[in-house]
């Protein structure tokens, strides 16, 4: 897999029959490595040993509900009180963060109400913080550290 835009983590990869596949410390199992994949396991491990978020506190790969659609999100980091602190949406290297790929998070986050938005392809990230009383966003430089 190509090296990404974040600092270098280790991984533990295993092979099994032609195929690779990476382990989720959240998920605790190993999963197909697809190239969306090794985004999303470097966006995780970039929130726990870098901005110090808790696992726990970190869900990956799971349905919601969009206007009676089932979706899948990327990676949601919840608050102790469990309301949403951050939502993010990766993409494979290769494909380009436009518009259409932020308006998807942004219609997630219609139902979820996260705080922060994180789109990334693994080369390029953006991360706002939600304004929902004048229904904006406002784009940050950085994903803020976590604190309580």
Same mark, same amino acid.
């Given at each position: 897999?190509?090296?990404?835009? *974040?600092? !270098?983590?280790? *991984?533990? +990869?295993?092979?099994?029959?032609?195929?690779?596949?990476?382990?989720?410390?959240?998920?605790?199992?190993?999963?197909?490595?697809?190239?969306?994949?090794?985004?999303?396991?470097?966006?995780?491990?970039?929130?726990? *040993?870098?901005?110090?978020?808790?696992?726990? +506190?970190?869900?990956?790969?799971?349905?919601?509900?969009?206007?009676?659609?089932?979706?899948?999100?990327?990676?949601?980091? *919840?608050?102790?009180?469990?309301? +949403?602190?951050?939502?993010?949406?990766?993409?494979?290297?290769?494909? !380009?963060?436009?518009?259409?790929?932020?308006?998807?998070?942004?219609?997630?986050?219609?139902?979820?109400?996260?705080?922060?938005?994180?789109?990334?392809?693994?080369?390029?990230?953006?991360?706002?913080?939600?304004?929902?009383?004048?229904?904006?966003?406002?784009?940050?430089?950085?994903?803020?550290?976590?604190?309580?």
């Amino acid at each position: 897999m190509q090296p990404l835009n *974040f600092p !270098k983590y280790s *991984f533990r +990869l295993k092979s099994n029959e032609n195929s690779l596949y990476i382990f989720d410390g959240i998920r605790k199992k190993f999963v197909s490595l697809q190239p969306e994949e090794w985004v999303r396991q470097h966006v995780v491990h970039f929130l726990v *040993f870098t901005k110090k978020y808790p696992k726990s +506190l970190i869900n990956v790969e799971k349905q919601l509900k969009v206007n009676k659609l089932k979706k899948r999100y990327d990676v949601v980091v *919840f608050k102790p009180d469990g309301s +949403l602190h951050l939502l993010v949406e990766c993409k494979a290297p290769e494909v !380009k963060i436009t518009q259409n790929v932020f308006d998807q998070i942004a219609q997630y986050n219609y139902t979820l109400k996260s705080d922060y938005l994180m789109v990334t392809n693994g080369m390029e990230h953006y991360c706002c913080k939600m304004d929902f009383e004048n229904e904006k966003y406002l784009f940050l430089k950085e994903i803020p550290d976590f604190s309580r």
